[in-house]
């Protein structure tokens, strides 16, 4: 292990994902225990060895362990030489007093972001695409799922979801820690 900060001006990280169709790209959430200027999302294109500042957002990371980030692996791109779209789960956390919860998309693998219309109940999501390119996203409302690229989103199940993962092979399981009639 190394420490590896040339650019990376946070005071600390959250979330970080390699990009399935190339290692050498690497997106990362900047946030500390505080807001501050420097917090938001962080590009690598050398593996992690240097870092530049992608998108500004003043996001608190205190005790959030979400994956946050996905890459669509089935949108490939030449000119990237990786996946295209990148999806954002901003967060909304009752700390928070900048808080701006929603899901965010990148369509050139990082580079720049913007906000999805109506998607502020899925901020402060768990987020995951699977291997066919299928959003999953699970929070405090349920589990959703949009298979074409965010646009719409079907609800597959309606309990609170504490924390969420999926295996990329097997696109139909979806695991997930959640309060089930009163249960976890």
């Known amino acids: 292990w190394y420490l590896s900060t040339v650019g990376f001006d946070a005071n600390g990280a959250t979330s970080i994902v390699v990009d399935p169709k190339n290692n050498n790209r690497v997106l990362c959430i900047g946030a500390s225990s505080g807001y501050d200027e420097t917090n938001g999302i962080y590009l690598s294109t050398d593996a992690g060895c240097s870092w530049k500042g992608v998108f500004n957002a003043r996001v ?28 954002w789960s901003r967060e909304s956390s009752s700390h928070n007093g900048d808080s701006v919860p929603a899901l965010y998309k990148s369509t050139d ?6 906000m999805i219309e109506n998607s502020a ?15 999953i996203v699970g929070n405090g409302k349920g589990i959703f799922v949009s298979t074409d690229k965010a646009a719409t989103f079907t609800k597959v199940y309606s309990g609170e979801v504490f924390s969420m993962d999926c295996v990329y092979t097997k696109t139909n399981n979806i695991y997930a820690t959640a309060r089930d009639n009163g249960a976890l």
């Not at 693998?109 to 913007?114: A, F, L, M, S, V």
Request: with cysteine.
């Open 109 to 114: 693998g990082g580079e720049t972001w913007n």
């Open 121 to 135: 109940d899925y901020g402060g999501s768990y987020i995951y695409c699977n291997k066919d390119g299928a959003l």
């Open 60 to 87: 608190c990371g205190f005790r959030d362990v979400r994956t946050q980030i996905a890459f669509d692996p089935t949108s490939y791109d030449e000119k990237i030489g990786g996946s295209s779209i990148v999806y």
